[in-house]
């Protein structure tokens, strides 16, 4: 088994819900869920919008490749209604966002995927929920 580490967030629709339905998704085709941080509400990072985010973070094990779940990740934005994925730093709005952000203690740099997440250390909105549920001192859920 595996532990991955997942950032989300959403800005669109009914936000609480849609976090809410990805971490079912999440817990039911990636992994068992084993620590979940509370709900974030943010402002968007990176762009403009007067609509702010709902973020979380979650931690699972697993048996699925990073590869695999980047896959997974992407199929479950699309069917909670997510058209386009963010690229070259160009973001938007978006009904949910799941961003791998650590796979064991493993490197990955690659076209499709970078881990650890490459900016998750720059981002409030994702070290705020994930810091509640694994201590970076410490390197444990």
């Not at 992994?31 to 931690?59: D, M, R």
Request: some cysteine; hydrophobic content about 35%.
């Amino acid at each position: 088994m595996h532990i991955v580490f997942f950032g989300l967030g959403s800005n669109l629709g009914d936000r609480k819900n849609t976090i809410e339905r990805a971490i079912e998704k999440i817990n039911s085709e990636i992994g068992t869920v084993i620590k979940q941080s509370s709900l974030y509400e943010t402002e968007p990072w990176g762009f403009e919008s007067s609509h702010g985010f709902i973020n979380a973070a979650v931690c699972c094990d697993t048996k699925l490749s990073p590869f695999e779940i980047l896959d997974v990740t992407q199929k479950i934005e699309r069917e909670l209604g997510r058209t386009q994925k963010s690229i070259n730093g160009c973001y938007h709005d978006r009904t949910i966002d799941i961003d791998i952000l650590m796979y064991d203690d493993i490197e990955i740099h690659d076209d499709r995927l970078t881990l650890p997440h490459p900016h998750m250390k720059e981002r409030d909105f994702v070290m705020r929920p994930l810091s509640e549920i694994y201590d970076f001192n410490d390197r444990k859920m």
